[in-house]
């Protein structure tokens, strides 16, 4: 009975949909949540749900996608489609911040470097204005905000704090063991959601994190296409059948029975998402 949390079936180009939902059912996968990134893709993820059973959705607007959009007319788009699908979609998704991918562009690198500190700011500025919204439309109708966060978990949570964001997950988990403890404390309900990237070697912080966190705080999470967990990791595309793997390290790490882990992931991913 596994559950991944965080996919994007309609990204993945070696399988169609209805092989992929097959190889996710023979892993032991029950149910799994495709999310959109913007609203082309939330519209797509919307469809998948509506016509599988095993597929729920969340909708939301990434980080790195905001640029050109206006904010009121993307908040109110987001609240028509999350009323109109309110049976499958299960999360405001994936929203947060992103300080990593933010001066990677030619239009950055292109500017005088007296205003590439000025676009910083207005970009970051910009990222934590839809953050914010996109927080208050999920504490609306009583959502999970699903938390993207590259290099800015410091201002991640002074968000969710300064918005009293209760309800969150950390989609795709790359902080370390301090950084889990302290969302823990403040939203002692919150979910640390485990991907592909537990099973690499070299990630000793987020193996530490799923070692010592409570197992009631742990879900896990494919991202396909993104992130094949170890033993095919840059042998083919990532698929939610794959989500067994990261099972099986969170398993290799902790101290409780499997049966007990299995058990309690599944019920932390129904009660966070209301599945
Ligand atoms: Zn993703």
Redesign the pocket.
């Known amino acids: 009975m596994l559950i991944d949390t ?3 079936p309609y990204m993945c180009k070696h399988t169609d949909i209805p092989t992929y939902i097959g190889n996710f059912k023979s892993a032991g996968g029950t149910q799994m949540i495709s ?1 959109g ?1 913007d609203i082309e893709t939330s519209k797509q993820s919307i469809e998948l749900a509506t016509t599988h059973p095993e597929i729920y959705t969340s909708i939301g607007i ?1 980080p790195s996608d905001i640029w050109g959009l206006d904010l009121e007319t993307t908040m109110k788009e987001l609240e028509r489609l999350y009323l109109a699908n309110t049976e499958k979609v299960v999360a405001i998704w ?1 929203t947060g911040l992103d300080y990593y991918w933010i001066d990677q562009d030619e239009e950055y690198k292109k500017a005088p470097p007296e205003y590439q500190e000025k676009i910083l700011v207005l970009r970051k500025e910009l990222q934590r204005l839809f953050f914010i919204a996109q927080i208050r439309l999920a504490q609306t109708y009583n959502l999970p905000v699903v938390i ?1 966060n590259r290099d800015a978990g410091t201002d991640t949570l002074e968000i969710l704090k300064e918005t009293n964001c209760q309800k969150f997950i950390l ?2 988990f790359s902080e370390d063991l301090e950084f889990a403890k302290a969302c823990i404390d403040f939203a002692p309900e919150c979910m640390v959601s485990f991907s592909g990237i537990v099973t690499f070697q070299n990630a000793k912080d987020i193996q530490e994190t799923a070692q010592h966190i409570p197992l009631k705080n742990i879900i896990i999470e494919t ?1 396909a296409p ?1 992130l094949t967990p170890v033993p095919y990791r840059g042998k083919r595309e990532n698929e939610s059948a794959l989500v067994a793997h990261v099972f099986e390290k969170i398993c290799e790490l902790r101290s409780e029975s499997r049966d007990e882990i299995e058990k309690q992931i599944y019920e932390n991913s129904r009660k966070i998402f209301r599945l």
């Open positions: 965080h996919c994007h999310i990134i990434h994936e993207h989609h795709c991202d993104y």
